[in-house]
């Protein structure tokens, strides 16, 4: 919402959308468990191997939902996984894509804005992690790569139209004595918009 309002008050000439997808998750006797298959807004199913991994279940109808737009390209961004810390730390945001070169330009905008990103990569072995007997997909690949394998999720209702991920679990907010949001990716995001435009 921050980027979006930046992009308003700077009057870019670009068509942008912006779609918030979220959810309270609150336990109650209709909450998700262990082994429930959903049917995503695609018609994929997904098996739930883990309840904690319920954001994804959000993202992935918001992506698909994205389509009606025909977008040239879409951005995620969520605080997605812990993962994401144990790999990158508080510093920098992970970005992870279906093109090549469009993460290179994602990457690119976060050096201009002083809000790096750095590429994880997302191959078919890890794909093979989200693998499951009883449904299209697993929420969660397991214990290795784990916010790799919540991209490669993610990745399956973002087939059709250029894409990326930003993963900013470690950078979008601070604890202790500076507890609070910092703003992170916002910067990078206006930048990638404004390079676009």
């Known amino acids: 919402m921050g980027a979006m309002q930046a992009?308003?008050?700077m009057d870019l000439k670009i068509n942008v959308v912006a779609i918030v997808a979220s959810a309270e998750n609150m336990p109650s006797s209709t909450a998700s468990k262990p082994g429930d298959i959903y049917t995503t807004m695609s018609g994929k199913t997904v098996e739930v191997l883990n309840t904690d991994?319920?954001?994804r279940l959000v993202l992935c109808d918001a992506l698909t939902y994205a389509e009606r737009f025909n977008p040239k390209t879409v951005v995620d961004v969520a605080t997605l996984t812990g993962a994401?810390?144990?790999?990158?730390?508080?510093?920098?945001?992970?970005?992870?894509?279906?093109?090549?070169?469009?993460?290179?330009?994602?990457?690119s905008a976060g050096k201009q804005a002083f809000d790096t990103a750095w590429q994880l990569p997302m191959g078919e072995d890890y794909q093979e992690q989200l693998d499951s007997n009883f449904a299209d997909l697993g929420n969660i690949g397991?214990?290795?790569?784990?916010?790799?394998?919540a991209a490669c999720f993610l990745s399956r209702f973002a087939e059709s139209?250029?894409?990326a991920h930003l993963d900013i679990a470690g950078t979008a907010w601070t604890s202790g004595t500076k507890k609070g949001s910092t703003g992170r990716c916002v910067p990078l995001l206006?930048?990638?918009?404004?390079?676009?435009?």
């Open 142 to 149: 397991g214990r290795s790569a784990g916010a790799i394998t």
């Open 161 to 163: 139209f250029t894409w």
């Open 84 to 107: 994401c810390i144990i790999a990158l730390g508080h510093h920098t945001s992970a970005v992870m894509s279906n093109d090549d070169q469009f993460a290179a330009s994602i990457m």
């Open 7 to 9: 992009i308003i008050n």
């Open 190 to 197: 206006v930048q990638h918009i404004v390079n676009q435009a």
């Open 53 to 55: 991994a319920e954001g």
